[in-house]
């Protein structure tokens, strides 16, 4: 059976990261060990309180990072993995999305880059594009490569089912939905219990993210909530920076009710405050100001 599942970093914990531990009866699985903050939202740098969050999170990634005996990594955005801190993966089982096939440059550069920093530290590194692997009573089985987002522009994500027991936990990664049919395929064919999903980018609705693909999006939801197995149905990431994300879901909340599904944040689902501090970080500003503020800084990249 699965054991637990426990959100490490997302959204909704005030900061960007879909990090997830996953323990079976048999196995520990720690999915995307990465976390970063918005360079700029509003026009601002992260707030102290947002470096404060990053770095208490990315210790408690690390803790578990150790702990566990599988790490994946879905796809290279900086919030889903850190090339900087290559020990993580020492005498690990390790599996990547393709470094080299279905990806964008930027993606494959990074790639290239990641692999060469953990050299020679895995105990095991494969491919998981599209695979299944048995450790005993546990089962992984990952997608295909899909669009990250609604067009290949961004790249391509993996995404990652754990199976024990006859339970099933599904974590789609980097899907901003999920709009496409490649990308709700997977779940429909999996019938997770729990289900992990990036819901879609509503905070660049209108601007890099159409209010089409929000409604496909929607559709799609309701259709695995619909034709699946459900139980629990957590949205998160994209989806929690914006403040008004309930109302833009709606539909996914109201069939959700129908079949008796829970629908949570991940916040939600850890029993833990929601703390959107992305998009609450001019009011962080207004409120808090900076001064007397200690944190540590480290650089951010683009994801």
């Not at 490490?8 to 699985?29: H, P, Q, Y």
């Not at 961004?154 to 754990?162: A, S």
């Not at 939600?268 to 405050?273: D, N, R, S, T, W």
């Not at 929601?274 to 503020?293: H, N, P, Q, S, T």
Request: net charge negative; charged share 25%.
């Amino acid at each position: 059976m699965i054991e637990k599942i426990i959100p490490l970093g997302f959204d909704s914990f005030g900061v960007r990261s879909m990090a997830t531990f996953v323990e079976t009866k048999n196995l520990k699985i720690l999915i995307d060990p990465g976390v970063s903050l918005a360079p700029l939202r509003y026009g601002l740098e992260p707030h102290p309180l947002e470096w404060q969050r990053l770095e208490e999170t990315w210790n408690v990634i690390k803790d578990y990072a150790q702990e566990s005996d599988v790490l994946v990594i879905t796809h290279y955005h900086y919030d889903h993995h850190d090339p900087d801190y290559p020990e993580l993966y020492r005498g690990k089982t390790v599996f990547i999305k393709h470094p080299a096939q279905n990806i964008n440059l930027s993606q494959k550069g990074r790639a290239a880059y990641f692999l060469e920093a953990i050299k020679g530290l895995p105990e095991k590194l494969e491919v998981a594009d599209g695979k299944s692997f048995v450790f005993g009573e546990t089962t992984i089985n990952f997608s295909r490569a899909v669009c990250h987002g609604t067009n290949p522009k961004l790249g391509y994500v993996t995404e990652t089912c754990i199976t024990c027991g006859g339970e099933k936990f599904l974590h789609t990664s980097d899907v901003e939905g999920p709009s496409l049919e490649g990308q709700i395929a997977f779940i429909l064919e999996q019938k997770p219990d729990t289900l992990f999903v990036d819901g879609p980018m509503t905070y660049m609705l209108g601007y890099r993210y159409s209010f089409k693909s929000l409604e496909a999006s929607n559709a799609n939801l309701v259709k695995a909530i619909k034709e699946g197995m459900l139980h629990t149905l957590v949205l998160d990431h994209h989806l929690l920076r914006d403040l008004n994300y309930k109302m833009r879901v709606k539909p996914v909340y109201e069939e959700a009710q129908r079949h008796d599904v829970k629908v949570v944040t991940a916040a939600e689902f850890a029993g833990i405050k929601i703390e959107m501090l992305e998009a609450l970080r001019r009011d962080l500003y207004a409120k808090y100001g900076v001064e007397g503020f200690e944190v540590k800084r480290r650089p951010l990249r683009e994801e």
